[in-house]
């Protein structure tokens, strides 16, 4: 695998049900971020974890949990989704210097999914 | 308030023809990168090309340019030679400075859809 891969890349879901998205990048880096794409809605950015920590929490909701278990692998864990939680959702990786700006971002295929 | 904005909605392009694709942003910082991203019906972000605030040429990138002209907050790609699989949204991003606390994130603008004609 390289890149950035994400699974699975559908997921239908009632709002009752409790699932997981999975991102894992294999490009060596060290921040990964969560982003959510609603339709005719600019990209907006929900967590980022840097080294590890998480260091950003965009005002999301307590039903998305992220998790960060090593700097290669970067999960969402959702429950009691609302119908307005169906969108796209990517996750990206950079490299982050200490102390410096993020390098370019590099984004996986993303997860549609569909809350019922 | 740092914004991107991206006024193109729609674009069509002729097959072989060049296209440039309109961005503006807002900023106060002084140090700030700008990114181009490519989505696909398939969902993907690719990364097409970068251009940082203090670099004093534009960015090329293959057929990609980036026509940066700083005084006017603009940040425009150039698709030359537009080909049938350039067909896809458009998104420009900024990066912001991290000593505002924001850790260097990207803001995006809404997006460009493409759509080239053969």
Redesign the interface.
Request: proline share 12%.
């Given at each position: 695998e390289t890149g950035v891969t994400q699974t699975p890349r559908h997921l239908v879901m009632g709002m009752t049900n409790k699932k997981s998205l999975k991102c894992e990048q294999h490009l060596g880096h060290n921040a990964m971020?969560w982003y959510k794409q609603s339709a005719?809605?600019?990209?907006e950015?929900m967590f980022?974890y840097?080294f590890k920590e998480q260091?950003?929490n965009n005002s999301v909701p307590s039903r998305f949990s992220p998790e960060c278990p090593n700097s290669s692998h970067l999960f969402l864990h959702l429950h009691t989704l609302q119908p307005e939680d169906s969108a796209?959702y990517?996750c990206?990786s950079s490299h982050?210097a200490s102390?410096?700006?993020?390098d370019?971002?590099?984004?996986?295929?993303?997860t549609?999914l569909t809350v019922l | 308030a740092q914004k991107i904005t991206q006024t193109q909605p729609g674009m069509f392009v002729q097959e072989k023809e060049a296209v440039t694709l309109d961005c503006t942003y807002d900023t106060s910082d002084p140090s700030y990168g700008l990114f181009w991203y490519k989505q696909p019906s398939s969902g993907e972000m690719i990364f097409l090309i970068y251009q940082g605030s203090y670099d004093q040429q534009n960015a090329t990138e293959g057929r990609y340019s980036l026509n940066f002209q700083k005084a006017r907050k603009s940040a425009n790609l150039v698709i030359s030679a537009s080909q049938l699989g350039d067909s896809a949204m458009y998104f420009c991003a900024m990066r912001v400075s991290p000593y505002g606390g924001s850790q260097g994130n990207l803001i995006f603008g809404k997006g460009t859809k493409l759509s080239v004609k053969p």
């Open positions: 971020y005719k809605k600019p990209l950015l980022v840097n260091t950003e796209l990517l990206a982050v102390g410096g700006h993020p370019t971002q590099y984004f996986g295929p993303g549609r | -």
